[in-house]
């Protein structure tokens, strides 16, 4: 079973509709939908023993899977700077789960919808022999032809991230907060300007090495990663700690953080630098360039190696 | 594991948004959006020894399993009466299955779009050890406050069916056809009328007898059934013929017959029976009461009898 042919066939002449803007191959579908206004359109799905367990040491609470579940989708619809809408939920659960079980995840799924002021507009439940899963659907409204994708970066773009890195498989990844804020915070720093001072953005899911890829090729750029600069997380340390690996390891490629990694115009880079009030912090990690000059991380010694291909093996990929 | 205990917790105080006018209950959830138009909103799926089995003397080919799903939340939108726009689709494969049979379900999902006309704008694939799933999230569009629901019937109503209802289980649950186009044939037959004359639609996956139990709890009506009028499908005859059940039990619970069940105000019904062009049938097949008369069915004797509680237990439930 190749994955990746799947993919091909997904991104490969898909059926179209003369209201689809952007489709496969980006964090949201984008509509046009009434003048002015463009929809993102999301579906994404968490399914046990791939993004989360419930039984053994890092069994997860149905509460924590159901909140992942919308985070996970709400965190893509921030990613392109869009607000949500309406969320529709399908969960599948095993026969043999208890009431309480159904129950928690539902609370989970609710306390997220109401954080963030997203509709619950309905959903379809289905009980079998298999694994749990989630699967979210979501719906975003912003400005039209202002969505954040994969593909604006330039060469001199900074390269900025939300947040801290690595070790998010020490729980972060059940209760991270989607950067839904921060990305209207972004929006609205330099209400003035007519155009984005944001080329390109993707959430960190992959890692942050293949997710800086993946902004790389579909921008058609290359990136000077800084190592000394990059934002480290306490549970990158004590995931360090635990497997011998070393902290860049471990932010490189953990993967599923759910920061925003954005490519700035370097002139409204530096204002934000300056001017960003938001509580959750906004670090300069690199540099866009040419493809030409290829990919890499500087060191500490000053000296630069290839961004090595690592990531988080979690079997799972948007189309 | 009790789904009704979790479908009481998806209808009970979801969380709202103003823009939110149906939410869990219905076919789809409706939201408002650019003045005088609404959209609907699905997500569905199907899951593998619940909605088709891959081995096995039933074994469905993945083509067909990639049709269903689209087609399945396809029916739900019909059943809105408005017309599907774009579909987002998350595939969950188990990792012992061949490249062939990935691009043969994506086939599938690809052909039921492109013949519907409804933008398949991304998705996600997962792939893990458990059963293939898949996911359909599709997003309509018609005109404000003029979506079917499933409240709306009233006493006097005729309750009209599209097409042959039965036996399903033979092959039609993988290849019906979504009734969009007599859903818009319906829609357009009275263009000049300022209110619908369709005052409440469901599409029929539970099976007649609770589908239309649906119609009328929703809308606090009652309802006769004509059994002589009941139009059948040759697969009802064939099922009723290998199991020794009676054809009446088959049309009754079969499920997953995807036809649409409509309560129409009864001179809009009269002129559909004289005028209706369409080449799918459009049958009356019985008559909404006050709900104090309750639901009934009556047999070619002249003798009425309770509706029986009979239906595909597929296990699932809309919320």
Redesign the interface.
Known sequence: ???L???R??RLD????P??KV??G?D??I?S???G?D?A?????I?????FLLEGSEAAAPRRVGWKAVAKAASDIAATGFAP??A????????????A???E???GI?AC??KY???????????????V?V?V?L?GQGAASSAWLRNGARPGDWLLVTGDLGGSRGGKHLDFEPRLAEAQALRTFDAQSPKSFVHACIDITDGLARDVGHLCQESDCGVELDADALPIAAAAHEAAQRDGRSVLDHVLGDGEDFELLLAVEPAAAARLQINWKHATKLTRIGTFLPASEGRVVKRSNGRTEPLPDVGYEH?????
């Open positions: 079973m190749s994955e042919d799947l993919l066939a997904f898909p059926p179209a509709h209201w689809l489709g496969p980006h949201c579908a509509l939908w009434e003048q206004r929809l359109y999301k579906i994404d799905q399914v046990e023993g791939t993004h809408v309406a529709v939920v399908a969960v599948n659960l095993r026969r043999n789960l208890s009431d079980f159904a129950l995840l539902h609370a609710s919808c109401r002021r997203i509709a619950l507009a309905g959903g379809d439940l289905t009980a079998s022999a298999s694994a899963s699967c659907s719906l079997l799972t990929h948007e189309v």
